[in-house]
């Protein structure tokens, strides 16, 4: 059997960031689909990988390489923010070929209803983790009758009615599924945003499943879908890392993990693991504040860790609070601080727009933003999505208006007077965060040779690409 992985021509940096234009940069191997290539692969199947987000190849090329390849069925993989373009294609694949055509990732878990109002013409939909799903339902594929009997699965019945299988568990020992099959992908597809590297080649990699904490008003690992969190042993992940090295020469890892430094043990181990091995490698993670001390952080710089991304949402503690962030202003400036002591770049993530915001509130949080001396900062426009407990909330007080991509304004809360004037205030925040003399002088004392200075001018321009479209 031959099955095809696809992920939909969605543009990142313009749909998700607002960039004006498309950019070689900020594209990393969709990980997702790997993994369920490696399994498959280990059940005897030929698999495919197609990265349409990476090429942003037509529904007409993606279907073309698909009869090229001679597929037997095609999985797309599908997050919220791409969903119409994944429902789109589905309907083209099946209209065109008439193959098995199945869904997997974020949207089709949360919103199965969703997706089949849109697609109605889709076989299948996997339903949270797909490596065990897909190898149950490749013995059975041809036979609807005995879909009934895999968990984790949601699909038509003969009424069009949509049947919800019980749902699977979770894999509770994640070292024993395999690492993503790297060798489908086209790695000259990828390369990281200019600033948000130190080293090529780079790639990306996950440690865990699930999120520890689980509370935030505006994500869904808060909502009925969270799974329960498990990570990889340090052991596993090193031999990931070495192989990485060994068979692609890979310099640099970008942890995507949301709660990359929880378990300070695992932390310790781990880079412990690094040094012991010197494998030399520089990698950035994610964390919340309130995760990481002086010791801690220490660990980190001494095993490779250069970067590290924040989710700091406010400068208005009243605004955390409301979103159920569970950390405190203080907490905030107290991270970043030892985050700088320590030698490690610190990167933050800001939404304007919250319920409850305005105008004089946002300024606050871009007060902050300045004041932390962040080496680079995000700032978009909330997004409640349906489903979350930030959406109920916005629902209260404030406007909805079409989604437009993450980029585009999609709720106004009642202290702005519309969608204009929350684009003007992004606008400031990037204008005012990153056209400041301290910023330059920053990073003008970090460029050593033409190389960096080309890598922080590519940055640079990309920032203000994204400023200058709000």
């Not at 021509?9 to 993994?35: Q, R």
């Not at 993606?62 to 294609?89: K, M, N, P, W, Y």
């Not at 640099?252 to 781990?270: G, Y």
Request: net charge positive; charged share 25%; with cysteine.
């Amino acid at each position: 059997m031959k099955i095809a992985l696809v992920t939909p021509p969605y543009n990142l940096l313009k749909e998700g960031y607002g960039a004006k234009k498309y950019s070689k940069y900020g594209a990393y191997p969709p990980l997702g689909i790997g993994y369920i290539g490696a399994a498959l692969e280990e059940a005897g199947v030929e698999v495919k990988i197609i990265d349409g987000q990476s090429q942003l190849l037509s529904k007409e090329e993606i279907a073309a390489q698909l009869a090229g390849f001679r597929a037997d069925a095609v999985g797309i993989s599908a997050v919220t923010a791409c969903a119409e373009l994944a429902c789109e294609l589905a309907n083209f694949i099946k209209e065109k070929l008439n193959i098995i055509v199945f869904m997997g990732g974020p949207h089709p878990t949360c919103f199965p209803e969703a997706v089949y109002h849109d697609a109605k013409s889709m076989d299948f939909l996997v339903l949270g983790e797909g490596e065990e799903t897909m190898l149950e339902i490749l013995k059975v594929m041809d036979d609807k009758n005995r879909w009934h009997n895999i968990d984790g699965i949601c699909f038509l019945d003969r009424d069009k009615n949509i049947i919800r299988t019980k749902d699977r568990r979770v894999i509770d020992d994640l070292d024993t599924i395999a690492p993503p099959a790297r060798h489908l992908y086209d790695h000259s597809l990828y390369h990281p945003i200019p600033n948000l590297y130190r080293q090529l080649p780079a790639t990306n990699m996950i440690t865990s499943r699930g999120c520890p904490y689980g509370k935030c008003a505006f994500c869904y690992q808060a909502g009925k879908v969270g799974a329960r969190y498990r990570r990889h042993s340090p052991e596993r992940i090193v031999a990931e890392i070495k192989d990485l090295k060994s068979a692609r020469g890979i310099r640099e890892i970008a942890f995507w993990d949301d709660n990359f430094v929880i378990n300070h043990n695992w932390i310790k181990k781990f880079c412990g693991m690094l040094v012991y091995e010197k494998l030399d490698i520089s990698w950035s993670c994610y964390s919340r504040v309130d995760l990481v001390n002086k010791e801690i952080l220490d660990v980190l710089a001494k095993a490779g860790c250069w970067s590290i991304f924040y989710g700091l949402e406010s400068g208005v503690q009243e605004l955390l609070d409301m979103v159920d962030k569970g950390i405190t202003i203080e907490q905030g400036e107290a991270a970043i601080r030892l985050t700088h002591e320590a030698g490690i770049e610190t990167r933050g993530s800001f939404m304007l727009a919250l319920p409850g915001e305005n105008p004089r509130l946002a300024k606050k949080t871009i007060d902050f933003a300045i004041k932390l001396n962040l080496d680079s900062a995000q700032f978009l426009a909330t997004y409640p999505e349906y489903g979350t407990k930030l959406y109920e909330k916005a629902m209260v007080a404030g406007q909805f208006m079409k989604y437009k991509g993450r980029h585009g304004v999609t709720y106004v809360p009642e202290g702005y007077r519309d969608a204009s004037e929350v684009k003007k205030m992004i606008r400031t925040a990037y204008l005012r965060f990153y056209l400041r003399p301290a910023f330059f002088m920053k990073y003008l004392k970090r460029i050593k040779s033409w190389k960096d200075f080309l890598k922080f001018f590519e940055g640079f321009k990309m920032v203000l690409g994204i400023a200058g479209n709000k």
